[in-house]
């Protein structure tokens, strides 16, 4: 496995990277540059890669196997973190 993040393929009309579209947690067998990413995005769904949508029980599930951090594409900290862990 090259690359997993959590994906947010809401990206048109999303300058500021706060609204939250459907968000999926991707899995590449190598590293992606920023445009292939947003290629991806504007192309959903992609055909070589596997994803699911985003939950925390499958972010726990996918920490069991990769121990690196797993960054967040096209979504803020903030906005990822009211959605799926409000206070």
């Given at each position: 496995?090259?690359?997993?993040?959590?994906?947010?393929?809401?990206?048109?009309?999303?300058a500021?990277?706060d609204?939250?579209?459907?968000?999926?947690?991707?899995?590449?067998?190598?590293?992606?540059?920023?445009?292939?990413?947003?290629?991806?995005c504007?192309?959903?769904?992609?055909?070589?890669?596997?994803?699911?949508?985003?939950?925390?029980?499958s972010?726990?599930?996918?920490?069991?196997y990769?121990e690196?951090?797993?960054?967040?594409?096209?979504l803020?900290k903030?906005?990822?973190?009211?959605?799926?862990?409000?206070?």
């Amino acid at each position: 496995m090259g690359e997993v993040f959590i994906a947010n393929v809401r990206i048109m009309k999303n300058a500021n990277k706060d609204k939250i579209g459907q968000v999926y947690l991707c899995f590449f067998p190598k590293v992606m540059t920023q445009a292939e990413k947003i290629n991806m995005c504007l192309y959903w769904p992609p055909r070589d890669v596997l994803y699911v949508r985003f939950s925390p029980d499958s972010l726990k599930q996918t920490q069991v196997y990769w121990e690196e951090d797993i960054p967040l594409f096209w979504l803020t900290k903030e906005a990822f973190l009211d959605r799926y862990y409000p206070s």
